[in-house]
């Protein structure tokens, strides 16, 4: 299904290219390939129809169920060993 709106970019750095394309409330989809702004042009086209297919099957990326990290426990020292501890005097 075509979209209302589609952003592509194209960014070429020496003979590496980045296709990107972003459609409303869709999850961005990127490639990178070997070439030149010819060879990005002509891609264009089925890389489109490739992220329409894409987001018409999920246009969003599922969640990640990964769990939240568990913060260490820490406990308050004694204020009676703070004090013990002083720094030695060399002179």
Excluded: H, Y
Excluded at 13 to 18: L, N
Aim: aromatic residues 6%; proline residues 11%.
């Amino acid at each position: 299904m075509p979209r209302d709106e589609l952003k592509v970019n194209i960014i070429i750095k020496g003979d590496r290219i980045f296709l990107g394309a972003q459609a409303t409330d869709c999850d961005p989809k990127m490639a990178t390939m070997q070439g030149n702004l010819q060879t990005a042009l002509e891609r264009i086209p089925s890389f489109v129809e490739e992220a329409n297919r894409q987001w018409d099957a999920a246009p969003r990326n599922p969640k990640s169920t990964i769990p939240e990290p568990v913060a260490p426990v820490r406990t308050a020292a004694p204020a009676a060993a703070s004090k013990t501890a002083a720094q030695p005097k060399f002179f």
